[in-house]
């Protein structure tokens, strides 16, 4: 009964983990000391089996045929070869390429007030009668080369328009497709620079003429008018 | 007459020799970890199959996987550290799929000098047991005592390969080693 105590811990003895108490109880107890050997003896035919596996050698033309294996692959390649390094600059700037038009492309609706009007849509042809939306090509944030554009994939700017002047609207943007000149000075911003100064003219002024103050006693107005007549 | 031109190498010509330079830098470095860690892929594979032809196999494709991307391996604790992984999670891979398949018997052929013939009958049926009892063992034990097992490797040099604290290996070999005797009682 006292012995069955120490049975976990006679294991842990046998791994070579024996404390102060145990020690002094196989002392004691041959019974305990024999199983304590039996463990012992255990452990040392697994860890002898185990080494004598462990330490087996390949056969000799082990390696040989590994390097025979390795020479039918590709060189290893160092990381930082200058392909390498050609490879991922040209991967970033096509990644930058392709990121560099939606990031123009972004930019809030321009509310006015009525009904919405979107600036990158492609023009409606049928719906003129009752336009809900009108759509205008007008490709932004390119200063100095615009031009009409088809419907690109992102929603542009839209426009608020007054219920009333729907009609108009859409009448005036349908005249537009056939004046470019006229669309593209209409959906282009202003040029930020101008060409030449304005002429600027000195201002005249004509001579002024100081007349001499008469003393006049103020009279009511009523006075004065009945002065006149 | 006859025009002499001066050939002078190029960038081009001067890139190739710095590539053939890093090339063979290369090449020497692997042969160099080949050497030196050739014997411990066999032994890593042999721990966990019961056949040398099997293991051979195993330690020969983790090796051709090192190869293949020494360029990430080349530092030598590294190259060490995952040539154990790998060859390890080969060998239960083939295990595994042996044992689906069904097909293999393994036997445990252990290198006992001159053993008589009960010696061996004997050491056969142990070791057939303790086969059994290592295939129980979770993954993590199971490669300590591998490693532990083989000469030269001690409880540092083991944390190094599997890269976890010294006191993680003492307690999972003492762990290991508790649940094998367990298995014989």
């Not at chain 1, 255990?42 to 462990?54: G, K, Q, S």
Request: hydrophobic share 40%; proline share 6%; charged share 30%.
């Amino acid at each position: 009964m006292k012995c069955d105590r120490y049975r976990d811990a006679l294991l842990d003895a046998a791994t070579g983990d024996m404390k102060g108490r145990i020690r002094a109880h196989v002392e004691e107890c041959s019974e305990c000391r024999a199983a304590l050997r039996e463990e012992q003896s255990l452990f040392v035919a697994i860890d002898r089996t185990l080494r004598a596996r462990m330490a087996e050698l390949p056969r000799e033309g082990f390696l040989a045929d590994v390097r025979a294996r390795t020479s039918q692959e590709p060189e290893p390649r160092s990381l930082m070869t200058p392909m390498w390094i050609l490879a991922t600059a040209s991967v970033m700037v096509a990644m930058l390429a392709m990121v560099a038009p939606w990031t123009r492309l972004r930019h809030e609706p321009v509310a006015v007030s009525g009904a919405i009007v979107s600036t990158t849509h492609a023009l409606p042809e049928a719906k003129v009668a009752e336009p809900k939306t009108i759509d205008i090509p007008y490709e932004r944030g390119q200063h100095g080369k615009h031009r009409i554009v088809g419907p690109p994939a992102a929603r542009g700017p839209e426009v608020l328009v007054p219920p009333d002047e729907r009609e108009a609207l859409a009448k005036f943007v349908m005249h537009l497709r056939q004046r470019d000149e006229v669309a593209v000075a209409f959906a282009s911003p202003a040029p930020n620079e101008t060409s030449e100064p304005a002429e600027i003219r000195p201002l005249e002024i004509a001579r002024l003429q100081l007349k001499p103050l008469v003393w006049e006693r103020w009279k009511p107005a009523k006075d004065r008018n009945e002065e006149n007549e | 007459m006859q025009e002499v031109a001066l050939i002078r190498p190029g960038r081009m010509t001067e890139t190739e020799l710095a590539l053939e330079t890093e090339k063979s830098a290369l090449r020497r470095e692997f042969e160099e970890r080949l050497l030196e860690c050739g014997t411990l892929a066999f032994r890593v594979a042999r721990g966990v199959l019961h056949n040398a032809a099997d293991a051979e196999d195993v330690a020969q494709e983790a090796l051709l996987r090192a190869y293949r991307r020494f360029d990430r391996l080349r530092d030598r604790s590294r190259f060490r550290a995952w040539l154990v992984r790998t060859t390890f999670r080969l060998a239960l891979d083939q295990t595994r799929s042996a044992q689906r398949r069904g097909q293999r018997e393994t036997l445990w052929a252990v290198a006992t000098p001159k053993p008589t013939s009960e010696d061996l009958a004997a050491s056969s049926e142990f070791g057939q047991r303790l086969m059994h009892a290592m295939q129980s063992l979770p993954e993590k034990l199971r490669l300590v005592l591998l490693l532990a097992s083989m000469d030269g490797h001690s409880s540092e040099e083991i944390a190094e390969l599997l890269q976890v604290p010294v006191g993680t290996v003492k307690s999972r070999l003492h762990s290991a080693r508790k649940q094998l005797a367990e298995k014989f009682r």
